[in-house]
């Protein structure tokens, strides 16, 4: 686990019409390693019926982004698009003709220009409005007003953005602004991407499962995958992970190696798992999990997460309203990545949002085990400990091609 060193005070500035609002607010510096991070959208737990973006960015050890301005042919820090690729043994050929969803809370002014820095940087095809590949709505499917900007839920979409560019060059992009984070706008925000034609959906937030279920429906949508991060808070579940029909998506450290697979992965600490205490366990769970989790258990897949493993994102600098390169991690990564590969194979078939029958029944070749690491204390258990086959941290394991989908 990573461990707390200080509190650095930022200014979060929100966009009102023209004028520039700004509010304090406290970032706690965490540690992990050699590498200082904090949570952009907060570590404070969200109030009941409320989310939290799940994002880290990399800083230095007064909370300031790690940015630097970068210019074709040199590499920003952290892991681009071909690292991913490689590493989840996939390529960049597929999901022509698939959308996949982005849902955020609150609005991002510079998104489509910044989209663009990141896929030109790394020589990924053209994404914006005028080539019908990218398309930015509000909740309820216009094209404005927008909500305020937050600059922590902005870096939040800007991760979001590109993680899904870089597994799934191919595909359209839609980005849906909930007015808040609030579950209920959350949840609309989910409905209207599928109303416009998503068949991936990802989610990059959470918060506590009370009041949950009159939000349920809206991540259920059969022959759409949904996909949400587990959280970066280490051990405890939370919704929407919890969803029985979502695909939760845990973390992992990544390294690059000289091993077979040319890469090794165990748990990141700060990775989200649990055990419901509100929503049961999905059919395809059953003979996978046992009498010590009776309800639905998180995760279900997994993908890099570790700031000290981080990737590569350019998008708002140091919580303000100009754009840089900066290293990022949490199940923000993860959630979005897995998303993209979903979309990259193109013929997702789950029920629901969930995985297909196939890779819960046991055909482990279609993933890599994670075996080792923990992100809390629960006795030794699978909850929190990675072993071989399922485990709560980084459930059946990380992709390996796009067969899982």
């Known amino acids: 686990m990573y461990r707390l060193i200080s509190t650095a005070m930022f200014s979060a500035a929100i966009a009102l019409g023209g004028a520039t609002v700004a509010s304090a607010q406290a970032h706690v510096v965490h540690q992990d390693g050699h590498v200082y991070h904090v949570a952009v959208c907060g570590d404070v737990a969200p109030a009941r019926g409320m989310a939290r973006c799940h994002a880290h960015a990399v800083t230095d050890s007064r909370g300031n982004f790690v940015t630097k301005a970068v210019t074709p042919n040199t590499t920003p820090a952290g892991f681009g698009p071909s690292d991913l690729r490689a590493a989840y043994n996939t390529s960049a050929s597929g999901g022509s003709g698939i959308t996949v969803a982005i849902v955020d809370a609150f609005g991002y002014n510079n998104a489509e220009a910044d989209l663009q820095v990141y896929r030109s940087q790394f020589g990924l095809p053209t994404c914006t409005t005028s080539n019908g590949c990218f398309r930015k709505v509000n909740q309820n499917g216009r094209a404005g007003p927008y909500p305020a900007q937050d600059s922590g839920w902005a870096d939040e979409t800007a991760l979001d953005l590109d993680m899904v560019s870089a597994m799934c060059p191919n595909c359209h992009i839609l980005l849906v602004e909930a007015n808040n984070n609030g579950n209920g706008n959350l949840a609309t925000a989910v409905n209207t ?87 049961a366990k999905a059919a395809w ?121």
Not at 290 to 300: F, I
Not at 355 to 362: D, F, I, N, S
């Open 285 to 405: 769970q059953t003979g996978v999990t046992d009498s010590l989790c009776t309800m639905r258990m998180e995760a279900d897949v997994s993908a890099v997460a570790d700031p000290n493993t981080g990737v590569a994102i350019y998008g708002p600098a140091n919580f303000g309203f100009h754009s840089g390169w900066a290293v990022f991690g949490g199940t923000s990564v993860a959630a979005p990545l897995v998303g993209g590969m979903i979309g990259n194979a193109g013929n997702f078939t789950g029920q629901g949002g969930s995985l297909t029958y196939e890779l819960y029944a046991g055909n482990h070749a279609v993933v890599n085990d994670v075996t080792s690491g923990h992100n809390g204390s629960c006795g030794g258990t699978y909850f929190c400990t990675a072993g071989t086959g399922y485990d709560g941290p980084t459930g059946l394991g990380t992709p390996n091609g796009n067969a899982p989908f």
């Open 193 to 279: 991407a599928v109303l416009l034609g998503a068949t991936v959906v990802s989610n990059s937030y959470g918060g506590g499962e009370g009041g949950s279920t009159a939000y349920e429906s809206a991540y259920e949508h059969s022959g759409v995958a949904i996909t949400a991060s587990t959280g970066d808070s280490g051990f405890g579940a939370q919704f929407p992970a919890t969803d029985p029909q979502v695909i939760a998506v845990g973390g992992t450290h990544l390294v690059k190696d000289g091993s077979t697979r040319g890469w090794t992965e165990t748990v990141w600490g700060g990775a989200g798992s649990g055990c419901s205490t509100v929503y």
